[in-house]
């Protein structure tokens, strides 16, 4: 057949075949779990590293930001001025937290107790995946077809 579990079945002999296609089964879902972990990781650092480039452009505009209020609040005499100035500094205070303080740690920690604590918040959709019947019936099928051939 020329498929990767036929070459399995070659090797492994006909009646310990299916020993054989279990063991790579099990490696193989390993190999995705690891894969998926990875991939986690992976878009993990590039929120972060989206928000230190951000920092790039958020420091120029916060201190010009603090220069052209309070030169207006100079003007003016008065504080109403300076008032975005409290909304812009929290905004910028929560950037440096997650760009470089232990943010995504946190929101990892929030996110794993609310899995465990309340999954009733959690509605995913019904997904069915194959029976262990059905699994079986497939692999007889494979094992049928690998005989013909």
Do not use: C
Request: aromatic share 14%; glycine share 6%.
């Amino acid at each position: 057949m020329g498929s990767y579990y036929s070459s399995i079945t070659k090797t492994s002999g006909e009646p310990g075949g299916a020993a054989g296609f279990s063991s790579v089964k099990k490696d193989l879902t390993a190999s995705q779990v690891e894969l998926a972990r990875r991939m986690a990781e992976r878009q993990m650092a590039m929120q972060v590293a989206t928000v230190r480039e951000l920092m790039v452009w958020f420091v120029p505009f916060l201190a010009s930001s603090y220069g052209f209020l309070y030169y207006g609040y100079r003007k003016t005499k008065s504080w109403v001025v300076m008032f975005p100035l409290i909304p812009i500094t929290f905004g910028f205070g929560y950037q440096v937290h997650f760009a470089y303080g232990n943010k995504t740690n946190q929101i990892k920690t929030l996110a794993e107790k609310i899995m465990s604590t309340e999954a009733h918040m959690m509605a995913v959709p019904e997904w069915s995946s194959p029976s262990e019947a059905q699994q079986q019936a497939q692999q007889e099928r494979m094992k049928e077809e690998y005989r013909t051939t």
